[in-house]
């Protein structure tokens, strides 16, 4: 079993970054692959980035390439995402959450366990 939660959002001027935090428990959670989602009001959910479970390989969203990083250090049980350049759109209830299965990352319904999100809010 793996329990996450997230933590580090905030208020954010449109340009300016944050690095949100993952912290899991659990003896297994280096054996699971973490996923960030996002839900801004009125909207699904949806994927934002993911690592592997050794950190070998990492996926993003079209939506944050190049803005966003995800890193996780397995001895600190922890997974970070790194938000860069932050645009209003970016304004969500940041989720993270584990899967075994790597080829469902990108989907909500490939997940096993889920955290609580914490808001990023992007003022102008």
């Known amino acids: 079993m793996c329990s996450c939660r997230a933590s580090g959002g905030g208020l954010v001027q449109a340009g300016g970054s944050l690095r949100l935090s993952c912290a899991a428990s659990g003896r297994t959670f280096s054996s699971y692959h973490i996923g960030w989602f996002r839900q801004a009001p009125g909207k699904e959910r949806e994927f934002v980035a993911g690592?592997?479970?050794?950190?070998?390989?990492?996926y993003y969203a079209d939506s944050v390439k190049g803005r966003y990083t995800i890193s996780r250090d397995n001895a600190k049980n922890t997974v970070y995402l790194h938000m860069n350049s932050l645009k209003l759109e970016d304004t969500a209830v940041h989720y993270c959450?584990?899967?075994?299965?790597?080829?469902?990352?990108?989907?909500?319904?490939?997940?096993?366990?889920w955290g609580k999100g914490t808001l990023v809010t992007v003022s102008s």
């Open positions: 690592t592997s479970w050794r950190g070998a390989s990492v």
């Open positions: 959450a584990a899967t075994e299965a790597w080829g469902g990352i990108d989907r909500t319904d490939a997940m096993d366990y």
